[in-house]
């Protein structure tokens, strides 16, 4: 079975540039969701879907993030315009149900110089 | 809003040693899961353990669930150099919406 997928897996991007990030995750996963983790931190939920319908995003700061999820199967997620505390691994997860385990990708190392 | 500790921060045993961590909660909970991470293969789903369920087994792990003390723990029985990583509890956390947070994770370190 494959797992889920994320590009690209390192980015390097100055201070008030635009930066988005790509996730598949596993077939017939209905739930997504999309993480931050900082070195030394845990993941950090920033935003969660149910197929194409957001169920939560209280910790995604909209005015520079967004995320959609077209068609209940892959997902983006994109900073603009892009901060210093912005650098992080973003992280991308699927489960089955909003209850059941999380399958993680591998994520994407972000640097904002 | 809600979220797990886990206890120690960091950990550094003798390979064939046991090790053990605590994660503590601060609201009830329906389930809570055990994440491993390390560098080779990313965030690991390793046990979900539900509220009505004291303890469980998978292979070398063994975790326990006590809601009075909202509280769990996460044991590794002899454990070996792949076991370094950090591990982290997920609790569950419904207000309006179903989610998990993790905690701030315990690093282990397995010295061969």
């Known amino acids: 079975e494959a797992g889920v997928a994320q590009s690209p897996r390192y980015k390097i991007i100055e201070k008030r540039q635009s930066v988005a990030f790509w996730c598949n995750p596993i077939?017939?996963?209905?739930?997504l969701y999309w993480y931050q983790q900082i070195l030394g931190q845990g993941p950090k939920l920033l935003i969660q879907?149910?197929?194409?319908?957001?169920?939560?995003d209280s910790q995604l700061p909209k005015d520079r993030f967004s995320a959609e999820r077209l068609k209940g199967v892959d997902s983006t997620l994109k900073i603009q315009p892009a901060k210093l505390e912005d650098s992080a691994v973003y992280l991308c997860?699927?489960?089955?149900?909003?209850?059941?385990?999380?399958?993680f990708g591998p994520g994407t190392r972000l640097t904002v110089l | 809003s809600q979220q797990g500790e886990e206890d120690p921060q960091a950990l550094s045993i003798q390979e064939g040693e046991n090790a053990t961590m605590n994660c503590s909660y601060k609201t009830s909970i329906n389930n809570l899961q055990w994440y491993r991470q390390n560098s080779g293969r990313g965030l690991v789903h390793l046990i979900l353990?539900?509220?009505?369920?004291r303890e469980k087994h998978s292979g070398r792990l063994r975790v326990t669930l006590d809601t009075s003390k909202k509280s769990s723990s996460l044991l590794i029985t002899a454990s070996r150099a792949a076991d370094t990583a950090s591990y982290f509890c997920?609790?569950?956390?419904?207000?309006?919406?179903?989610?998990?947070?993790f905690g701030t994770g315990t690093r282990l370190k397995v010295l061969a």
């Open positions: 997860a699927s489960s089955l149900t909003t209850t059941a385990e999380q399958f």
């Open positions: 353990i539900r509220s009505n369920e």
């Open positions: 997920a609790t569950d956390y419904t207000s309006g919406t179903y989610k998990y947070i």
């Open positions: 879907f149910q197929n194409n319908g957001v169920v939560d």
């Open positions: 077939s017939g996963h209905a739930t």
